[in-house]
């Protein structure tokens, strides 16, 4: 794992504000004792999706990720995706475009 990545950052600020996080990868490894999963669960449970991943990669992703009901979806600087918004906006799905990393700096995650 490369520790100048953001995800990579987002996970461990996530884990010092207090939250529990699943990482989902391409490639499985370690980031702050929380294990990079390389296969989808459909079981997850997820209040909050922080999206890292490109608008291409994603296409694979969307009905797996409205499947999980999450509270909000963040698409992060780099993966907007309008077609996505539309298809969170019709199952109900709150979104925003924000840094994860700034939301939990300033208190608004």
């Not at 529990?20 to 294990?35: H, M, Q, W």
């Not at 997850?44 to 490109?54: G, Q, R, S």
Request: proline letters at 6%.
């Amino acid at each position: 794992m490369n520790p100048e990545r953001y995800a990579f950052k987002a996970v461990k600020a996530l884990h010092a504000h207090g939250h529990k996080v699943i990482a989902y990868g391409l490639r499985s490894g370690e980031i702050d004792r929380t294990p990079i999963e390389i296969t989808w669960d459909e079981t997850w449970k997820a209040d909050t999706v922080t999206l890292y991943m490109n608008t291409a990669r994603q296409e694979a992703y969307i009905d797996r990720i409205i499947a999980l009901k999450p509270k909000r979806v963040i698409f992060n600087p780099g993966t907007e995706n309008p077609f996505f918004y539309e298809k969170l906006t019709h199952s109900g799905i709150p979104f925003i475009e924000a840094c994860t990393l700034v939301l939990l700096a300033t208190g608004q995650y």
